[in-house]
């Protein structure tokens, strides 16, 4: 792979790093302002419905949480490959990792024989 095309790979794994950083902040202050919904703090102002609906909202919200945390867990580890000169290698077989995969799935870690492989398991 090039040095331009590694450099625009960078560029875009930072971009969804702090992305995601954004995305983790916004749904860790919802959950904070919403959490009196779901204690039952307020439940003699609101219906049982409603608080049935605030704790669906905020189990929700919690696994949003989680997808970003794991996605930004990726996007660390591949720039982390990156600095230590190892970027590019699948982490199961220690091939190359086709450079087209790798521009359409900047975090990718696994060549796509092993994250079929992964997948069929």
Known sequence: MDAATLANIKAALEAERDRLAH???????????????????????????????ATFGKELDMTLEGAAREMQATVLAALARIEAGTYGTCL????????????AMPAAGLCIACKEWEESR
């Open 23 to 53: 995305e983790i902040s916004d749904l860790e202050r919802d959950s904070a302002t919403n959490l009196s919904d779901t204690s039952g703090e307020n439940n003699y102002r609101d219906h049982m419905a409603d608080q049935g609906s």
């Open 92 to 103: 199961r077989c220690g091939q190359p990792v086709d450079a087209e995969r790798l521009v």
